[in-house]
Structure formats: structure tokens, C-alpha cells
Nanobody, 123 residues
Framework: QAQLAESGGGLVQAGGSLRLSCLVS????????VGWFRQAPGKEREFVAV????????YYADSLEGRFTISRDDSKNMAYLQMDNLKPDDTAVYYC????????????????WGQGTQVTVSS
């Protein structure tokens, strides 16, 4: 059974950058499509980005306006989320997860979630 662990969150000023990492253990990440989601206080978990297994295909939430970049290194069993020009509205707990089936932007279509990493963007 796969286990996921996110890292790289923290406190950053608006306009700054962070790089989140997702380490997958127990399974080969190469077989999986990996997604990033986020959840702000009092809000539902929302889709951020996804990178498809054995492919260079990536998809992003429209609201990100091209500020985030998802990538993966299958040799390290890692996935990443580079976040640039951060805004206070990006404040949330960020999660990575392994896609099971169905639409990429639906959290219910993912198995094996990490515990999340907190990102706080100050104005």
C-alpha cells in the first residue's frame, strides 16, 4: 500500500515562491498519475494540478493563472509543485494523492493521500 508524504510548505510573503515535494513509498510512482489538491479553512478540498503517469501531460486549475508547475522524478519516487508569485488566497494545506480513475479534478477519484503541508502567504 502506497504512503505519501508532503514537505516544503511554510510561511512566505506575497509574490514569493515555494516548492512542495511529495515522496511516495510502498509503490512505484511511475505507474501513477499524481495530483495536488489544497484545502483552505472552511472550504472544500480543491484541485490544483495533475501530472499523468508515463507522460508529460499536465493539467492545472484555471484559477492558478500559470503560476504553478507540477513535475515528477520517477527515479526518486517524487512529485513536485513549484509555486511562484504566491498570493494570500493560496494559503491552504496542500496534499498530494495518487489518481485511481475518472476525472482528474475530483478528489474522490484519488486514493492514498498524504497528511498535507501548510502553506501560508502573508500580504
Amino acid at each position: 500500500q502506497a504512503q505519501l508524504a508532503e514537505s516544503g510548505g511554510g510561511l512566505v510573503q506575497a509574490g514569493g515562491s515555494l516548492r512542495l515535494s511529495c515522496l511516495v513509498s510502498g509503490n512505484e510512482i511511475s505507474s501513477y498519475t499524481v495530483g495536488w489538491f489544497r484545502q483552505a479553512p472552511g472550504k472544500e478540498r480543491e484541485f490544483v494540478a495533475v501530472i499523468v503517469a508515463r507522460s508529460v501531460d499536465t493539467y492545472y486549475a484555471d484559477s492558478l493563472e500559470g503560476r504553478f508547475t507540477i513535475s515528477r522524478d520517477d527515479s526518486k519516487n517524487m512529485a513536485y509543485l513549484q509555486m511562484d508569485n504566491l498570493k494570500p488566497d493560496d494559503t491552504a494545506v496542500y496534499y498530494c494523492a495518487l489518481h485511481r480513475l475518472g476525472l482528474y479534478d475530483r478528489a474522490r477519484n484519488y486514493d492514498f493521500w498524504g497528511q498535507g503541508t501548510q502553506v501560508t502567504v502573508s500580504s
